[in-house]
């Protein structure tokens, strides 16, 4: 009995002894090295570095979980039985697999006494924030960017239509816009006369994303559709700016401004606001990309084309348009009655300088103007 007793205190003192190891953490410190940004569907480099001290012995378990819009290319854990100062690092490649803004809390720490018996946790702070861009794509726009003048002179062939400025008129030839149609000097000389605008060079390239109307897939496809036509526009040497959800970006020609503008696109998500236009640069170049074009912003249009060289409305109804690889799918319903509208009234609107393209059936964004 009396062995019996000795025994069980004998226990008892040594689980005391493992309780009182397990209340207190070890020390432990965390950075994290990984680029602030990247373009969704690459890749950026990691490196977590984990320091641990502890005067005791204990098991530690470390776990660092990524925010689900970014995926490490193994899982970052770690479990040892530790004594001392201790230094791991890890490193990994981190995949941008969806287009945010996206925080990444601190890891999770587990320890225990040397046997396994008492665990404890905890959240280790070691917040990193990663801004995901998103993804862009080549473009064919002769007609929506390409012709665009920065600086220089002008010429028949270079810069941009003003609709509003007549040149001359010349005999219509295959591939003429029909908006360009002068219809009563066509019937006083009894054959098709297209009217020759003057040109202009534009300032400035703003990218307007009306995200009222489409849901988190228009907004995504927008989202990437922007980020190309501003990458394609500084390629030209134009000051580039986004605008959505009564944001604009500030207008430039260095990376800052286009990461700026990249930074607004990866946190745009559907807002049932109405949207409202900014205020376009005098001579700039503003394209609006819509799901469903409204009269309000129409009417915004024809206002912002009293300063713009162009003003683009880009209809992408859900559902019609392809993305870059999409193959090619049957549709079961007709265009929204907004967009068929638009639709109606593009000659009338050309003819005040604002060009419309909507894109039907199985259109790619890929050839967005041809």
Not at 137 to 164: I, N, V, W
Not at 291 to 303: C, F, G
């Amino acid at each position: 009995m009396t062995a019996a007793l000795l025994w069980l205190a004998l226990i008892a003192a040594v689980t005391g002894g493992l309780w009182v190891l397990s209340r207190r953490p070890p020390h432990v410190t965390v950075t994290r090295e990984v680029p602030g940004s990247g373009f969704e569907g690459s890749g950026l480099p990691l490196t977590v570095t984990v320091t641990v001290r502890s005067r005791r012995p204990l098991r530690v378990t470390l776990s660092d979980p990524a925010p689900r819009g970014v995926v490490p290319g193994h899982e970052l854990t770690a479990a040892a039985l530790h004594l001392g100062h201790t230094t791991q690092t890890f490193t990994t490649t981190l995949r941008l697999n969806r287009r945010g803004h996206f925080g990444w809390p601190g890891l999770d720490l587990a320890w225990a006494d040397p046997l396994g018996l008492f665990w404890q946790q905890t959240t280790l702070p070691a917040t990193t924030a990663v801004t995901v861009y998103p993804g862009t794509h080549g473009l064919l726009l002769p007609d929506l960017l390409r012709p665009l003048l920065s600086e220089g002179t002008l010429s028949r062939q270079l810069g941009l239509d003003d609709p509003l400025s007549l040149r001359s008129a010349r005999e219509y030839v295959t591939g003429d816009a029909p908006g360009r149609i002068h219809w009563r000097l066509s019937a006083r000389r009894g054959e098709l006369v297209v009217r020759e605008p003057e040109r202009t060079a534009a300032s400035s390239l703003t990218v307007f994303v009306d995200a009222s109307a489409g849901g988190s897939t228009f907004v995504d496809s927008a989202a990437r559709l922007a980020a190309s036509l501003l990458r394609e526009g500084q390629t030209l040497g134009l000051p580039v700016a986004a605008a959505a959800a009564g944001q604009v970006t500030p207008a430039g020609r260095a990376a800052d401004a286009l990461h700026a503008a990249l930074h607004l696109l990866a946190r745009l998500e559907p807002d049932p606001a109405p949207p409202r236009l900014p205020v376009t640069r005098a001579g700039g170049n503003l394209i609006i990309l819509t799901a469903r074009p409204s009269a309000d912003l129409t009417t915004q249009a024809l206002h912002a084309r009293a300063t713009a060289s162009r003003v683009s409305i880009v209809a992408l109804p859900e559902g019609f348009y392809l993305e870059p690889g999409e193959q090619a799918r049957r549709q079961w319903a007709g265009l929204p009655d907004a967009v068929r509208d638009l639709e109606r009234r593009a000659a009338v609107l050309a003819e005040s300088g604002i060009l419309v393209y909507v894109l039907r059936g199985n259109q790619s964004v890929l050839t967005l103007a041809g």
